[in-house]
C-alpha cells in the first residue's frame, strides 16, 4: 500500500469518530457546515488543487438548475455532468496537468450527487412508494454542503439530497443509537483486512499478466488457479472501504429511518410516517403502532451485502448486492429512464454507462459489457437444465452454476483489475480466451437441449 493509501485509511478511520462529534453537535446548520468542512477538508487532503475539478462540475449543475428551471435542467445538467466528467478523464489531451490518483474517487461520487439533485429537486413522482412531493431549490450554499459531505465522498455509499437533510433535522438525535451498529458492523473487518494484506503480497494483480505467469509449467490451469487469490484481494479491498463508509455514516446519523418504514439501500423509506402519533401508517396489521424512537435502520446506506455476493449464484444476484446504493442510482436514473422495452438492450446500455462512469480505460468495457453475456448464458442454461433436475439435483447445480459463475468473475474481472487494454488482452490470449469460449458455449448448448414443459407450481418448488 501506497503513503496516500495510508492516507486514505487514516481518513476512513477518523471519520468514525467525528460522526459522533458531528451528531451531538447541536443546530443543523452547525452539523451542516461540519460534514461540508470535513469534506472539503478530506478533498484538499487528498487531491490538492484538484479539488477544482469537483468544484466545477458542482457550480455548472447549479447554475443549470437556477437558469433553466424544472423540466428543461434535469438531462442538461446530467449530460454536463457526464460530459465534465470526460473532460476530466482525457484533460492531459489537452494539455492540463493530470489530476492526483484519488481525484478520481472523489469526482465519481460528485458526479452522481449533482446528476440526481435536478431530478429529486424538481420530479413530483418519485421512484418509490413513499409520499411525494417537490423539494423547494435549495441554496448553493446547501447544495455545496451536500456535495461534499465526508460521508461517502470518496468511497460510497451514495445517498439522496433528502437523506442529507433528514440527517440534518433529525429529532432527539441523541436518542439513535449510532455507535453500536457502527461498531457491529466492523466485527468482521480484521478478518478482510489480515487476507487482503496477505494476498496483496503473494498475489499481487501485476502478477495475472506477468512473463512468469504466462509461462508458468502448468499453464492455462496455473493463470486460472492465480486469478482465484488475485481477484479475492481485488474485491476484499472494496469491502475494507466500504465497510469503514457505512460505519462513518452510521455514527453520524445519515440514512437512520425507523425499521417499519422499510427503507432500501439508495433509496430511503418506502412507507411514510405518520407526523401527528410518530407512527408508520399502516406499519402493523394487528393496529399497533410503530413509533419512530423504538428501531432504527441503516438500510438506506448498505452498500455490500457480503455474504450474498460471495455465496450468490449467478450474475445478476450478484451485481443486486455488490455497491447496492450505485446500483440503485444506475437502475433509477438510466436503466428504467431509457426509451426501450427490451430488457438485455437496457441493461447493455445501463453497464456501458456503468463503464463510463468508471473511467476511460479500455478494462472496464471488456468487463462490463461482457456481463450482459454472462447473464443470458446463466438464464438459458437454467430454463434448459433446471426442468429435467429433482430439487436434490437442483441444490447440487446451484453449486456447480456457483463455481462457473466465479470463474467468469474471475476471468472477466482481468479487465477491472488490468485496465489497460494490451496486457488484458494478453493475459486473455495465454489462456486461450477460455471464459470467452465457456460462456459462448454456454448460450450455445440449450438450442441443442430438448425444452421440457413443467407447470408452476413444480418450478417453484425446484426454486426454492
Request: charged share 15%; aromatic share 18%.
Amino acid at each position: 500500500m501506497s503513503t496516500t493509501d495510508w492516507i486514505y485509511l487514516a481518513m476512513l478511520l477518523g471519520s468514525i469518530p467525528y460522526g459522533h462529534l458531528v451528531k451531538l453537535s447541536g443546530s443543523p446548520a452547525r452539523k451542516q457546515f461540519l460534514c461540508m468542512a470535513a469534506g472539503i477538508g478530506l478533498s484538499f487532503a487528498l487531491v490538492g488543487v484538484g479539488i477544482v475539478h469537483s468544484f466545477v462540475a458542482i457550480l455548472g449543475t447549479y447554475l443549470i438548475v437556477l437558469s433553466l428551471g424544472p423540466r428543461r435542467c434535469e438531462w442538461i445538467a446530467f449530460l454536463f455532468v457526464f460530459g465534465y466528467l470526460f473532460f476530466f478523464r482525457t484533460c492531459t489531451l489537452y494539455g492540463f496537468e493530470e489530476p492526483p490518483v484519488h481525484c478520481n474517487a472523489i469526482q465519481l461520487l460528485v458526479t452522481l450527487r449533482c446528476c440526481s439533485f435536478p431530478f429529486e429537486v424538481f420530479d413530483a413522482a418519485e421512484p418509490s412508494g413513499a409520499e411525494s412531493k417537490t423539494l423547494k431549490p435549495p441554496s448553493f450554499y446547501e447544495f455545496l454542503s451536500y456535495c461534499y459531505c465526508y460521508c461517502g465522498l470518496t468511497t460510497g455509499p451514495y445517498f439522496r439530497y433528502k437523506t442529507f437533510k433528514d440527517m440534518l433535522f433529525q429529532e432527539n438525535p441523541e436518542e439513535i443509537s449510532t455507535v453500536i451498529p457502527a461498531m457491529r458492523n466492523l466485527y468482521t473487518l480484521p478478518f478482510y483486512a489480515v487476507v487482503y494484506l496477505f494476498l496483496i503480497e503473494y498475489f499481487p494483480i501485476s502478477g495475472i499478466a506477468s512473463e512468469e505467469n504466462v509461462s508458468h509449467p502448468l499453464g492455462v490451469l496455473y493463470q486460472l488457479a492465480y486469478l482465484v487469490p488475485a481477484f479475492i484481494g481485488f474485491r476484499w479491498r472494496f469491502y475494507i472501504g466500504w465497510l469503514l463508509a457505512e460505519s462513518s455514516c452510521m455514527t453520524l446519523g445519515l440514512g437512520a429511518y425507523p425499521n417499519c418504514t422499510d427503507p432500501k439501500p439508495g433509496l430511503g423509506p418506502t412507507k411514510p410516517v405518520s407526523e401527528q402519533n410518530g407512527s408508520v401508517e399502516g406499519s402493523e396489521a394487528d393496529g399497533s403502532t410503530c413509533l419512530k424512537k423504538d428501531y432504527y435502520s441503516f438500510e438506506t446506506i448498505r452498500t455490500i451485502k457480503i455474504f450474498e455476493v460471495e455465496f450468490s449464484p449467478s450474475m445478476a444476484n450478484t451485481m443486486k448486492s455488490w455497491n447496492i446504493t450505485i446500483q440503485w442510482w444506475m437502475a433509477t436514473y438510466v436503466h428504467r429512464k431509457l426509451p426501450f422495452k427490451n430488457r438485455n438492450l437496457r441493461m447493455f446500455i445501463t453497464l456501458l454507462v456503468s463503464a463510463f462512469w468508471h473511467g476511460v480505460f479500455p478494462g472496464y468495457y471488456l468487463t462490463f459489457l461482457m456481463v450482459p453475456l454472462v447473464v443470458i448464458a446463466e438464464v438459458r442454461m437454467e430454463k434448459a437444465i433446471k426442468p429435467y433436475l429433482s430439487p436434490t439435483l437442483c441444490y447440487y447445480y446451484d453449486w456447480v452454476r456457483w463455481f462457473f459463475h466465479f470463474r467468469s468473475m474471475e476471468y472477466l474481472g482481468c479487465g477491472f483489475m488490468l485496465l489497460q487494454l494490451k496486457p488484458c488482452i494478453a493475459a486473455w490470449k495465454s489462456m486461450y480466451f477460455i471464459g470467452h469460449i465457456v460462456i459462448f458455449a454456454f448460450i450455445l448448448i440449450p438450442s441443442f437441449i430438448p425444452k421440457k414443459y413443467v407447470d408452476e407450481k413444480e418450478t417453484k418448488e425446484k426454486s426454492s
